[in-house]
């Protein structure tokens, strides 16, 4: 099943949830802020090695990274300033994650940097043509599936390993993409 149908589920499922939330005032930009205050005790509880409570808010803060799309798109509630602020912190996570991962655990901190980078050039290459979200097997929502469950059975290096990997070949297929579409470049 491809991630948009999953997507398109998971929004279905929610829409009385969605419905709710909007009609209390509750925006997806409001689940946007929330979740990147949330990134805060987030990135404490890592440092501190509290690995459960780590592992437990880092799931609601994904969960409110795939509900604000589902508010937006269930009620009718985009905007241009909407879909760029949750771009930018799209990218306030997961550079929190891995900038926290790092410190945390020394012995990760190279591959840390070579996933926060794959990551973020996945996501550079959707903001100059949105098509390319479409195009790849490492889409962020991945991305972020498979570091819980690394997180979860304690194989953060592997987890790290196949997540660049996944960004690298997707990287690979978006500028196949580009290059095979856009005879002007």
């Not at 999953?6 to 930009?29: A, C, E, M, Q, V």
């Amino acid at each position: 099943m491809q991630l948009t149908q999953l997507r398109g589920r998971f929004h279905k499922s929610i829409k009385p949830f969605t419905s709710f939330l909007i009609r209390h005032g509750i925006n997806p930009n409001v689940v946007t802020s929330t979740s990147l205050i949330l990134m805060v005790p987030t990135s404490y509880f890592l440092i501190k090695g509290e690995e459960e409570l780590f592992i437990s808010l880092f799931i609601i803060v994904a969960f409110l990274d795939a509900l604000d799309g589902a508010i937006a798109e269930n009620e009718d509630a985009k905007t241009k300033f909407g879909a760029f602020y949750d771009a930018f912190a799209d990218r306030i996570v997961e550079g929190m994650l891995y900038l926290f991962l790092a410190i945390s655990y020394n012995h990760l901190m190279a591959v840390c940097f070579i996933t926060l980078i794959l990551s973020y050039l996945v996501s550079y290459s959707a903001a100059w043509h949105k098509e390319l979200k479409s195009i790849g097997v490492g889409k962020r929502a991945y991305r972020l599936f498979i570091f819980i469950v690394a997180f979860i059975v304690h194989q953060l290096f592997y987890g790290l390993i196949l997540i660049s990997l996944l960004a690298g070949i997707t990287i690979i297929q978006r500028l196949y993409h580009v290059t095979r579409n856009y005879k002007e470049l």
